[in-house]
């Protein structure tokens, strides 16, 4: 796993985000990933200050255990799945955060 990105700019509903990038051959412009783009990605996303609070809660209450799970299942998935760059994403609502695409196998 990649260190976090702290991403900045205008905030969005977008509070955390996790993507997969498969190990591919990397052949001077063919399909492929440079290797040191391979691997789990998380990128944590600016939050408006009036959602600080609540956000921080809700990502440690339910958003960061479900990144560890996301992690793990992504680790143990089947070939097929890691095989394909996956994104997953959890965006903050007044209900708290919830989680939007890919679950690994």
Known sequence: ?????FD????????????????????????GYHP?????HVHVRPVRSADRVAVRSSLRSQGLQELREWVMRA???????RSEVHFGCWRYDEDGVRFEGDLPM
């Open 75 to 81: 680790q143990r998935a089947p070939e097929t799945w």
């Open 1 to 5: 796993m990649k260190p976090p990105r």
């Open 36 to 40: 040191s783009a391979v691997g789990i």
């Open 8 to 31: 900045e700019g205008p905030g969005s509903d977008v509070v955390l985000a996790v993507q997969w990038v498969p190990s591919r051959s990397f052949n001077l412009g063919a399909e």
